[in-house]
């Protein structure tokens, strides 16, 4: 079952339930997937759009001085799990040789390939950054 078919079941099981605040959030999530070119998106599309939201609705608490949202918490219940940054050190030491490039940046590419959508470029930035290396 694809993400955005799972999606869809859990916006049926949320209405029979009556959760008005997840109906609410995985109808917004929805009318993102209308917005779309194609009518199915892949679960990469899925994750990038649910990203995009929760990245709007955390600057939208941003400006109200607000941090925590029931929103958020529904839409990251649908991300993947994050890659920790030991994890990605690990991977970084094990697979990247740094001779390879020109500077330490440029071994984004290939970590960010690895890792996917379970990966957050700005730690991947930091790790890189405080590497010695």
């Not at 999606?7 to 008005?20: C, F, G, N, P, V």
């Not at 991300?79 to 920790?84: E, F, G, H, W």
């Amino acid at each position: 079952m694809s993400l955005q078919e799972k999606i869809r079941q859990d916006l049926k099981e949320s209405m029979k339930a009556k959760t008005a605040e997840r109906t609410s959030a995985i109808r917004i999530i929805m009318g993102e997937f209308a917005r779309q070119p194609k009518k199915e998106v892949t679960d990469e599309q899925v994750i990038a759009i649910i990203r995009k939201l929760i990245k709007s609705e955390k600057e939208t608490l941003a400006t109200s001085g607000e941090s925590e949202s029931a929103y958020i918490a529904i839409l990251e219940a649908y991300l993947p799990q994050m890659a920790s940054e030991a994890e990605i050190k690990q991977w970084i030491t094990n697979n990247i040789d740094f001779s390879q490039f020109k500077n330490k940046m440029q071994a984004m590419k290939p970590i960010m390939n690895h890792f996917a959508c379970t990966a957050d470029g700005n730690t991947v930035k930091k790790i890189l950054m405080d590497n010695k290396g």
